[in-house]
Each structure stands twice: as C-alpha cells, then as structure tokens.
C-alpha cells in the first residue's frame, strides 16, 4: 500500500491533489506552497546543501516556493516534533506581545476606549 502524502508544515492529507504536483499546488488546510525542499524526496537534513541531488541548484530558504527540476515529492516530509515545537515557539512570542500590548492599553486609556468602540 501506498503512503498517502501529507503537508510537511502541518500534516493534512494531500490525496485531493493530482500527481506530479505543480509548482503552483498549495496545501488545502494550510494554503501553504507544496513545490519546496522540505517536501522532496532529495531533501535530506544532515547533507551540506540539504539535498541528496549534487546537480540541483542550491535553495536558500527550505520552506519556499522553489522552481527546482528535480523535485520528487516525499510521503514522510510531515514531521510532528518540529510541528510541535514551532507551535510552541509561536505561542510563547504570542504570549509575549500579548502581554506588551496589556501594558501599552492600560498607559493609553485613550487608546483602550477607541479599541472597545469597535468590539
């Protein structure tokens, strides 16, 4: 049987979409682009580019819309733990500007009843 592939930013199934992907193939839950390293099956973390290819161009940023020829996309790119910690990650620098933002509403009153006319 056939490993279904799945977003490597969140884990959604992608069986709606049409093999090869595009280039232009976005994940349905996340809408993120799918035509990156992170989901190639040339992608490999321990290499020094990051990729197994010795003839593909190098990527800079893993995680955007590439145009390489070699693309091969990869049932395992999902990786949970790394989900997990970038949501924490998120979270707390969330935490931390939502706090900010306390304390700036409550120096600016002003400010705070201008924000309760539109809630």
């Known amino acids: 049987m056939a490993e279904v592939l799945s977003c490597f930013r969140c884990g959604a199934s992608l ?5 090869p992907l595009s280039i232009r193939d976005e ?3 996340c809408a993120i682009h799918l035509h990156v390293c992170r989901m190639c099956e040339f992608f ?6 990051q990729c ?5 161009e190098e990527v800079a940023d893993k995680e955007k819309l590439n145009f390489c ?5 990869r049932s ?8 997990h910690h970038a949501r924490e990650a998120a979270s707390e620098l969330a935490g931390l500007f939502g706090e ?3 304390h700036e509403d409550a120096a600016d009153p002003l400010l705070q009843q ?4 539109f809630e």
């Open 27 to 29: 994940c349905p839950a």
């Open 69 to 73: 020829e070699w693309f091969s996309p």
């Open 52 to 56: 197994r290819e010795d003839d593909a």
């Open 114 to 117: 201008a924000r309760d006319l």
């Open 15 to 19: 069986e709606s979409l049409s093999l």
């Open 44 to 49: 490999a973390a321990d290499k020094p580019r």
């Open 76 to 83: 395992g790119a999902f990786d949970a733990l790394r989900a």
């Open 100 to 102: 900010q933002e306390k």
